[in-house]
């Protein structure tokens, strides 16, 4: 089963790639695990699962960013997971295999592997559906221009509510990504 202490392992290898390359912010990672927590507990999702998958999604998009493979980070997230899975004990075939699924449907699928993936695909949209997500990703956002990150946010912004699949995640951020909308078009004048 997996631990405490692997959990902290997976939490420390989403951070290390964020420090070294600047993307996703740490405060990113924390709120979408946060949001992936939450509603584990309130759907009955297995809640380590869940906490795994959330840290390892974008486990290597700094690095892919960086290495203008941006739309390749999935794989390479995928891949570092994979990896970084097989080096530990206590995570069992199953375990691994969920995990790592939630990692590859983490943008969204049309029929989800489990409920595990489907909470980390929804927890993964609080991040630019909320206004948490986007004050908070905003202002800790590193080296890029502002015109840029506001023409990022507004796109994810569709992108991700075209993902959202939770009935309880529609209700939270109908409304807010109504504002969303609003206040970033309001900067681009749209
Ligand atoms: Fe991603």
Redesign the pocket.
């Known amino acids: 089963m997996i631990t405490t202490n692997t959990i902290s392992k997976i939490k420390e290898l989403a951070y290390t790639d964020s420090r070294e390359n600047g993307a996703p912010s740490i405060f990113q990672i924390d709120y979408a695990t946060e949001v992936a927590t939450r509603l584990a507990d309130l759907l009955g999702a297995d809640k380590r699962i869940v906490q795994a998958g959330a840290y390892l999604?974008?486990c290597a998009?700094g690095t892919a960013y960086r290495q203008g493979k941006l739309n390749q980070?999935?794989a390479m997230s995928h891949k570092k997971a994979e990896d970084f899975l097989n080096s530990v004990t206590d995570v069992t075939e199953s375990e691994k295999g969920s995990t790592l699924n939630c990692v590859l449907e983490?943008?969204g699928v049309p029929k989800f592997s489990s409920l595990e993936s489907e909470v980390v695909c929804n927890a993964?949209c609080y991040k630019f559906l909320s206004i948490k997500g986007i004050v908070g990703g905003i202002a800790h956002m590193r080296d890029m221009e502002v015109d840029q990150l506001v023409q990022i946010f507004a796109t994810k912004a569709d992108e991700k509510w075209k993902a959202l699949s939770l009935d309880i995640c529609k209700k939270e951020l109908g409304g807010q990504y109504d504002s969303v909308k609003k206040f970033l078009g309001s900067y681009t004048g749209k």
Do not use: C, R
């Open positions: 999604m974008d998009l980070h999935v983490h943008h993964d």
